[in-house]
């Protein structure tokens, strides 16, 4: 049977608040080594998959966690040794602001994991706003990359884009019930999360509709921060130009993007190809 997705505009409302399902983290089936890496300041949680070249997965955002990279990246253990990282304050990695969580914090952050896992280099996979990320290390620290992945990234520039589509395929009634939940502050996050992608909210950022434990994982593990850290980076993205930047870049670049990537629209390849002229 076909997977329903966005095109099918079915509308689905629970009219009750459920409870998460208890779901395990997929890393404890994993063959993966599991540490906290002391970066000075900081702790960041780490995991490390295969061997070979080491490729580092920068999370999207600013805010979600590793987890959401499992258990798909395993694959690329089989020629690569796979990093996984939960970001200062995301995750499990410790929620210490320093001087204030900033983009350039987070940069260094990067810089001092690599230092502490001994590798000379590394390629850079980035995604959404860690994508962000990945460019901003690329131009700070070049001689730490070998080779820069951006998937679904965000621009590093204030371009003007198309506006968004994730709210194109949300209903009317399904809206009505996303705001209803969000008004009941005295749940939990997660149980906030889980209900409102159970009415309709997976829509905005899913072309296929996710399994119950998919979202239940989602709403468990893979949108954990400190209080004020999507905020302030939202706020620390928007001041980020890097137009010119790439514009004899010699690391290898590959842009990945997806024709229902619905965070964006479909302009923004484009204008992200157009800051990596190589």
């Not at 499990?92 to 914090?105: H, P």
């Not at 893979?222 to 790439?246: P, Q």
């Amino acid at each position: 049977m076909p997977k329903e997705t966005v095109l099918d505009r079915k509308v689905n409302i629970q009219t009750e608040i459920l409870d998460v399902p208890k779901i395990e983290r997929l890393c404890g089936n994993l063959p993966l080594s599991k540490q906290f890496i002391d970066i000075g300041d900081c702790k960041l949680y780490c995991e490390v998959e295969g061997e070979g070249r080491p490729v580092v997965l920068l999370h999207g955002g600013p805010g979600a966690t590793h987890h959401y990279f499992h258990p798909h990246f395993s694959q690329a253990s089989n020629f690569a040794q796979v990093v996984y990282y939960d970001q200062r304050g995301c995750g499990l990695s410790e929620y210490k602001e320093s001087n204030g969580y900033s983009l350039s914090q987070a940069v260094d952050d990067l810089e001092h994991l690599r230092k502490a896992l001994n590798y000379d280099n590394w390629v850079v996979i980035g995604h959404s706003y860690g994508g962000l990320l990945a460019q901003t290390y690329t131009v700070r620290y070049p001689e730490s990359v070998t080779g820069l992945i951006l998937v679904g990234s965000s621009i590093p520039a204030p371009i003007q884009l198309n506006r968004t589509r994730q709210y194109d395929f949300i209903s009317d009634a399904e809206r009505d019930r996303i705001q209803e939940i969000q008004r009941h502050k005295e749940l939990p996050a997660e149980q906030r999360i889980f209900n409102i992608y159970l009415n309709g909210d997976w829509k905005r950022q899913n072309f296929h509709r996710p399994t119950v434990e998919k979202i239940a994982r989602k709403a468990r593990y893979e949108w954990k921060h400190d209080t004020n850290f999507n905020s302030t980076m939202g706020s620390e993205m928007r001041k980020v130009d890097l137009r010119g930047a790439f514009q004899n870049c010699p690391i290898p670049t590959i842009i990945v993007e997806g024709k229902w990537d619905l965070s964006l629209n479909t302009d923004k390849p484009e204008k992200l190809h157009a800051i990596h002229p190589q």
